[in-house]
């Protein structure tokens, strides 16, 4: 079965320090990998998606970035922190059904910047 | 611009009864919408798919409509149980088949 890995849990970061979540994938292989962010009392929004390694597609610009060095891993980065980068940062991985595509995320981290 | 709205006040309801979140959008010509439960502190986990030729779709306690004239979807949970207290997403594709999310309505069933 596939599991997705995401972490750390909770980061409290100071403005203008680097920043690096992972996720990775289990179970599966080349899937779409998304990184989401919620803000509270608000609708997710797409941060990055990436369909193969090296592929990476911003939704949002913004003081972050993502990478994908291999097929399971998907990195989002910081160099310099702001405080509204705090929010809730959830990994995905897309699995696409005949329909569309069904999204399995992972728990989440929580990054406060002070 | 696109639009995915959910009932912005929390819902407070007592075990047994039924529950209805609505999902209403505007811009979209969805081919599909999905409903994702999450609990706090957690990522969202995936409920139902229902398609935009299908008016209702059912899974144990739970009953979704899509009503694509109205733009328009249904939530319902009947028989509600304390475990069903979270927050429940609707999601649709958009343009380019990503898909987003509403803000959610956070259920809280009283036992």
């Known amino acids: 079965s596939q599991t997705i890995h995401q972490w750390p849990a909770t980061l409290v970061q100071p403005v203008g320090s680097p920043l690096s979540l992972e996720c990775t994938v289990e179970?599966?292989?080349?899937?779409?990998l998304y990184w989401y962010r919620q803000a509270a009392g608000r609708g997710l929004q797409l941060l990055f998606y990436?369909?193969?390694?090296?592929?990476i597609s911003s939704e949002v610009p913004q003081n972050l970035s993502a990478s994908r060095p291999q097929d399971r891993q998907f990195i989002l980065s910081s160099k310099k922190l702001l405080l509204s980068d705090s929010g809730f940062y959830l990994c995905?991985?897309?699995?696409?059904?005949?329909?569309?595509?069904?999204?399995?995320f992972g728990s989440g981290t929580q990054l406060s910047v002070l | 611009s696109q639009k995915i709205e959910q009932n912005s006040e929390a819902l407070n309801i007592q075990e047994g009864k039924t529950a209805t979140l609505t999902c209403n959008y505007t811009?979209?010509?969805?081919?599909?919408l999905q409903w994702y439960r999450q609990d706090p502190g957690r990522g969202p986990v995936f409920l139902l798919l229902?398609?935009?030729?299908?008016k209702e779709k059912r899974k144990e306690r739970l009953k979704v409509t899509f009503d694509t004239t109205l733009k328009q979807s249904l939530f319902h949970i009947t028989a509600s149980q304390p475990a069903d207290s979270a927050t429940y997403l609707c999601?649709?594709?958009?343009?380019?088949?990503?898909?987003?999310f509403g803000a959610g309505t956070t259920v809280t069933v009283r036992a």
């Open positions: 995905a991985w897309g699995r696409i059904t005949g329909v569309g595509e069904k999204l399995f």
């Open positions: 179970g599966t292989s080349n899937p779409n």
């Open positions: 990436s369909v193969g390694i090296g592929q």
């Open positions: 811009n979209y010509s969805p081919a599909y």
């Open positions: 229902i398609r935009e030729n299908e």
């Open positions: 999601a649709l594709p958009n343009n380019d088949y990503k898909l987003s």
